[in-house]
């Protein structure tokens, strides 16, 4: 899953790809990569960011990413775009417009309206864990078990989700690295991914470029920034794979690519040594 940011302030990259022709043309380029999902944002969930109540209008987020999804499908029919949004009203206009999966970082909880669209659209879901809204995760209290927090979690939303109409075999979990965990936290989190396998459900991996990656890059007591974490990325991906999740969201899609295929071989002989 490559991601494809269309905002002014993303923390990744700082709105390189805010223009909707730089935009389309960095979509086009990670599908000829080897994307086989591109994940289309409107709005920053950096720290600080990101609520209902001080993030960015349903009009202006559609308005970002809608002329975006519209090129890139007339140029690829077949590509498959997520639409990365907790409001209904852009989940809605996002699917009618093509777009195949709504990746909600909310997992249906910051907009009440969000589980009866999916329900009535019948597209992928994605729901991702996080601890609070983005202006509380830098104060979240630490937690003794992080990936059975996760889990547990996880298991209530998206059970609650099913229960309210959306189908089961539609629904995908993302462990939300970075979303209100404290820095050393993501680690037992990444090691513990495979916990979550108990959920019987599909799993999604999104490391890329994170603080978590940047703070163990540090040099001289400086986090590394974003521009400088692709390795700790692959490494970080590389460890989801091998932990069996089934899709991982990427920022640099061919070097990630690369990197996959050699986790792939690895987990084939782990199941048949004697291959």
């Known amino acids: 899953m490559g991601i494809l940011n269309v905002t002014p302030d993303s923390f990744s990259d700082g709105g390189k790809y805010f223009a909707r022709e730089r935009a389309v043309e ?61 409001k209904a009203g852009v989940a809605r206009a996002a699917v009618r417009a093509g777009a195949e999966i709504v ?10 309206k969000m589980a009866e669209a999916l329900t009535e659209l019948q597209c992928g879901v994605i729901l991702m864990h996080t601890r609070g809204r983005p202006d509380e995760w830098r104060n979240q209290p630490a937690s003794s078990d992080i990936a059975a927090e996760v889990k547990s979690e996880l298991k209530i939303w998206s059970e609650d989700g099913i229960k309210q109409g959306i189908q089961r075999d539609r629904v995908l979990l993302d462990a939300g690295f970075g979303f209100g965990k ?7 989190l990444l090691a513990g991914l495979h916990r979550l396998h108990d959920l019987g459900l599909p799993l ?3 490391t890329s470029r994170k603080s978590f990656i940047g703070r163990a890059l540090a040099r001289e007591g400086k986090d590394a920034p974003p521009s400088e974490r692709l390795y700790g990325s692959l490494a970080a991906m590389t460890a989801s794979i091998l932990q069996g999740v089934h899709i991982v969201r990427v920022h640099e899609v061919k070097p990630a690519v690369e990197a996959a295929k050699v986790a792939d071989e690895v987990l084939k002989a782990m199941i048949d040594p004697g291959r």
Not at 31 to 59: F, K
Not at 182 to 188: A, E, S, V
């Open 26 to 86: 960095h979509g086009l380029q990670m599908i000829a990569e080897g994307a086989d999902i591109l994940d289309l944002g409107g709005e920053s969930t950096r720290p600080g960011v990101g609520t209902q109540e001080r993030g960015v209008p349903e009009e202006e987020e559609l308005k970002r990413i809608m002329p975006v999804l519209e090129d890139i499908l007339r140029e690829k029919p077949d590509a498959i775009i997520s639409a990365d949004t907790y």
């Open 103 to 112: 990746n909600d970082v909310s997992a249906l909880r910051w907009d009440g």
């Open 182 to 188: 404290i820095f050393g936290q993501n680690y037992p």
């Open 204 to 206: 999604l991996s999104g």
